[in-house]
Nanobody, 113 residues
């Protein structure tokens, strides 16, 4: 069982930046894929980014160029750097490990216009 704990959310003005963290209870070095998702009120959960154990990253079009996913295997922590934030980025952000379907509890990001 892997525990995931997100942090770093908050209130930021449009155009600002936030860095989210996801601390895992065990080693993440060999986890093939780790990802971030988000869910806005009244909307379905939405894919944000993934990173492989080899460091390959992927983003959907709305996040490309603004968001950067990374990880620190020594700290067992996944990150999401979010720049040029927009009000439509407002959501609860979750980290996720597809193998085993592990989810964190989420961290709220609110972007004011």
């Amino acid at each position: 069982q892997v525990q995931l704990v997100e942090s770093g959310g908050g209130l930021v003005q449009a155009g600002g930046s936030l860095r989210l963290s996801c601390a895992a209870s065990g080693s993440i070095a060999s986890i093939h894929v780790m990802s971030w998702y988000r869910q806005a009120p009244g909307k379905a959960r939405e894919y944000v980014a993934f990173i492989t154990s080899g460091g390959v990253t992927n983003y959907p079009a709305p996040m490309k160029g603004r968001f950067t996913i990374s990880k620190d295997n020594a700290k067992n922590t996944l990150y999401l750097q979010m720049n040029s934030l927009k009000p439509e980025d407002t959501a609860v952000y979750y980290c996720h490990i597809p193998s085993g379907n592990y989810w964190g509890q989420g961290t709220q990001v609110t972007v004011s216009s």
